[in-house]
């Protein structure tokens, strides 16, 4: 037994071994790639040590001018995603009804919907009332695709806290929306941290949207520009292309680290409802 324990135990060293060194090798290429001279498609160290990539893509029409795309429209509409998931979830966790399971259920099921089978008529609609090629109109439709499982997510951290706490402030005489931004919200940090974070990189990374919903290419973020490094016939600036990723992954980094200290908080309500 205890040979058969010591075998399953390095079986599993090794596949999760394999599986982290095939998540970190493409990022190994993306770092030594974008200071490398003769940067290709192999993970190798650099001959020479070089910032030429990056000073020849730190241009406002490569760089800088996407990158501001892109902030304002996963900004925008990640703000927009977390206030109206907010303001759904809610009801669905405070106030009990037959229709909640099924109003659940459908928005988990909305969540597997491909994105792509919905941009023809949402492309239709986007012409008849003036929204395409416009930021807000980019904006409207990120929140909306990620607000069903941003629902699903925040109404689970709602539960976790105790509507005692709201009961005590409604005798005080609160409403119900007094309750939810000045006790429930503050008390579920972590939760908002998580949707946070996850509708900001689902936007940030999200190319088919706004290639699809933004025609002028003045307004097209980043996640559309990269595909600019490559060129005609097979060529492509690798280095350049290297160089763009690490500070295309910036501010997501940034973002992260940002919110880290909410992430592994926890919600530390055991004491809150007790005397």
């Not at 205890?2 to 770092?31: D, E, G, I, M, Q």
């Not at 902030?71 to 907010?86: E, F, Y």
């Not at 919905?118 to 395409?132: D, E, S, T």
């Amino acid at each position: 037994m205890p040979r058969k324990r010591t075998s399953r135990r390095l079986a599993a060293n090794v596949s999760l071994l394999v599986v982290a060194v095939a998540f970190a090798l493409p990022l190994a290429w993306v770092v030594l790639s974008s200071v490398d001279p003769h940067a290709d498609l192999r993970v190798r160290i650099p001959d020479g040590f070089t910032l030429g990539n990056f000073d020849a893509i730190l241009t406002p029409d490569i760089t800088y001018t996407p990158l501001l795309n892109s902030l304002i429209l996963c900004g925008g509409g990640t703000a927009l995603t977390v206030a109206c998931a907010a303001l759904a979830a809610y009801p669905l966790s405070r106030f009990r009804s037959r229709l909640n399971r099924p109003f659940l259920l459908s928005i988990l099921f909305a969540t597997s919907l491909p994105i792509t089978a919905i941009m023809v008529p949402v492309y239709a609609l986007f012409v008849r009332v003036n929204l395409i090629d416009t930021l807000q109109g980019t904006i409207l439709f990120f929140a909306a695709s990620q607000l069903p499982f941003a629902i699903w997510l925040m109404k689970n951290f709602m539960d976790g806290v105790p509507k005692e706490l709201e009961e005590a402030a409604w005798t005080d005489g609160a409403s119900s929306l007094q309750s939810l931004v000045r006790i429930v919200l503050p008390l579920m940090g972590p939760g908002l941290a998580v949707v946070t974070v996850f509708s900001f990189v689902m936007m940030w990374g999200n190319f088919f949207v706004p290639f699809m919903l933004l025609l002028t290419p003045d307004q097209m973020p980043a996640s559309v520009s990269i595909n600019d490094f490559f060129g005609n016939r097979g060529m492509v600036a690798y280095g350049q292309l290297a160089a763009f990723s690490v500070i295309y992954s910036t501010p997501v980094i940034l973002l992260y680290v940002l919110v880290a200290r909410r992430l592994g908080g926890g919600f530390a309500l055991g004491g809150a409802v007790k005397g």
